[in-house]
């Protein structure tokens, strides 16, 4: 009963190094998400995707790219890291949109720091 | 444009006692609201939500919230706290502009023995 996986758990970058987290889900979702978690300032949407081939800017975008080829999997890039990226990233998916009401299933994180 | 806060960073409570973490919302149309809960090194987990119906909703693990529209509120409470409540507690809204959830900066619920 896997449902939404993220790797890495951890991850430190060198200033202008490039990853990319990846983020897969086992419950057939049509939606998925990125988000970005700080201290204290709750949660921040970054991309999202109705669906393979679709994706789209949440509000947090800027430094940030996604694909989405799959239904299964939807992996962050970032190109060029800064450290106003260390953060938390969270994935999570849904079976039809937030607006739907319906709850979205998270994955346990990464944990970035870019130094 | 549609808003949520959550007024109290921390919340401390006895175990056993009552406990109430609070939330408000600012929407324009009706208020689909939800609350979330995050333990250490997790994600989020789906706790309960209101879209319609009875001002009381129940959820997962004993708890439940009481939505009261005329104050704007959706305060989540359980009736006798653990040790294992102990977690962030997120509360969001659904934003009826972009069809997304706006979440609130969390409070951090500490259950003490």
């Given at each position: 009963n896997a449902g939404v996986t993220q790797t890495p758990k951890f991850r430190i970058l060198k200033i202008g190094q490039s990853m990319t987290l990846q983020c897969t889900q086992?419950?057939?979702?049509n939606y998925m998400y990125w988000y970005r978690q700080d201290p204290g300032m709750g949660l921040k949407l970054i991309y999202y995707s109705v669906g393979a081939g679709i994706t789209d800017k949440g509000e947090v975008p800027n430094g940030y790219n996604v694909s989405r080829s799959t239904t299964e999997d939807f992996p962050l890039r970032l190109e060029l890291a800064a450290p106003s990226q260390t953060s938390v990233y969270f994935c999570a998916s849904s079976q039809t949109g937030q607006g739907n009401n319906q709850p979205q299933h998270f994955g346990d994180g990464t944990r970035l720091s870019i130094l | 444009a549609q808003s949520v806060a959550q007024p109290e960073d921390q919340v401390n409570v006895a175990e056993g006692n009552p406990l109430t973490v609070k939330c408000t919302y600012s929407v324009s149309g009706n208020p689909y609201l939800f609350w979330y809960v995050q333990y250490p090194n997790r994600g989020l987990q789906f706790l309960l939500k209101y879209i319609?119906?009875?001002?009381l909703v129940k959820g997962s693990y004993g708890f439940e919230a009481e939505f009261n529209k005329s104050q704007t509120s959706f305060h989540l409470k359980k009736p006798s706290a653990l040790v294992s409540d102990s977690a962030l507690y997120f509360c969001a809204v659904r934003d009826?502009?972009?069809d997304k959830l706006i979440f609130g900066t969390g409070t951090r619920l500490q259950v003490f023995p």
């Open positions: 086992d419950m057939n979702h | 319609t119906g009875d001002n009826w502009g972009t």
